[in-house]
């Protein structure tokens, strides 16, 4: 009973998932692609909880939802001008696109049911927040400090990029 | 039908051909920035399925879920203020028109 509501979330979760990710590829507005992926992002927020990954979760709503997807609205409003939702909003090679898309789908998908069929979870979920953290700060510890590094040199290159070229002179 | 790991990898595979569709073909730099976006959160979710499927017992997938978030983060921090700037300067967000470097 248990494992067939979750299997009935996960389609929902599913068709929502796809659904909202054409309308971030196709519509002519990109506000309402924009506010699309952001109800995508919440959607793979929920995939995470169903696998059991609920710091992941939380930090996918926090940064991505919270974060990312406000600083893009926000450049967005600032960049569009009122007769953009009449222009063509793909180019010439929109049937090449979708032609590679497909096959590039397809490969995965063939080979994705040739290696890893009928894989089902052996445990439970659990609270992974306290092993996420040792891990970070144990075996992981290296690339955390060079994320920040990285971290670091996103927000100089950012408020320089964001100075218009009279103040960048001075 | 119980959920098991190719149910997940077979969505994100289909959100990654989604994303890769919209970053060939948006004319609009933000709607290829978003499209990239669809694909990080594509491999988001097979490191997240194999690690709850395979190797349930260590959180390998999901520390490395948390670095591609803050990359994210970064990347689109930076990607944004140069479109903005480059709004800044040219006037218009379509692909077609960014070749100032043409010659």
């Known amino acids: 009973m248990e494992q067939s509501l979750l299997t009935l979330i996960f389609g929902v979760m599913a068709a929502l998932l796809i659904g909202l990710s054409i309308v971030v590829v196709t519509s002519r507005s990109v506000f309402r692609g924009a506010i699309a992926l952001t109800a995508a992002l919440g959607v793979v927020a929920g995939l995470f909880v169903l696998l059991g990954a609920d710091f992941v979760a939380a930090s996918q709503l926090l940064i991505y939802v919270g974060g990312i997807m406000i600083i893009m609205l926000f450049v967005v409003m600032l960049s569009q001008r009122p007769r953009d939702h009449m222009d063509r909003q793909t180019n010439e090679q929109w049937v090449w696109g979708a032609l590679f898309s497909l096959a590039v789908t397809c490969a995965l998908i063939v080979q994705f049911r040739a290696v890893y069929r009928g894989i089902f979870a052996t445990l439970p979920p659990a609270p992974t927040t306290a092993s996420v953290g040792r891990l970070l700060l144990g075996d992981m510890v290296i690339p955390f400090e060079a994320v920040s590094l990285v971290l670091l040199a996103a927000l100089v290159g950012a408020v320089y990029f964001g100075l218009s070229k009279k103040e960048r002179g001075r | ?103």
């Open chain 2, 1 to 103: 039908m119980i959920l098991s790991l190719h149910h997940f990898l077979m969505l994100s595979a289909i959100i990654f051909g989604i994303g890769i569709y919209g970053a060939l073909t948006r004319r609009n730099i933000l709607g290829v920035l978003m499209s990239i976006e669809l694909m990080f959160n594509a491999a988001n979710i097979n490191l997240v399925a194999f690690n709850h499927f395979l190797y349930p017992e260590r959180v390998w997938g999901q520390g490395i879920v948390i670095f591609v978030i803050t990359l994210a983060a970064a990347e689109a921090v930076v990607g944004l203020s140069l479109v903005l700037s480059i709004y800044r300067t040219i006037k218009s967000v379509y692909t077609e028109k960014m070749n100032i470097l043409h010659g």
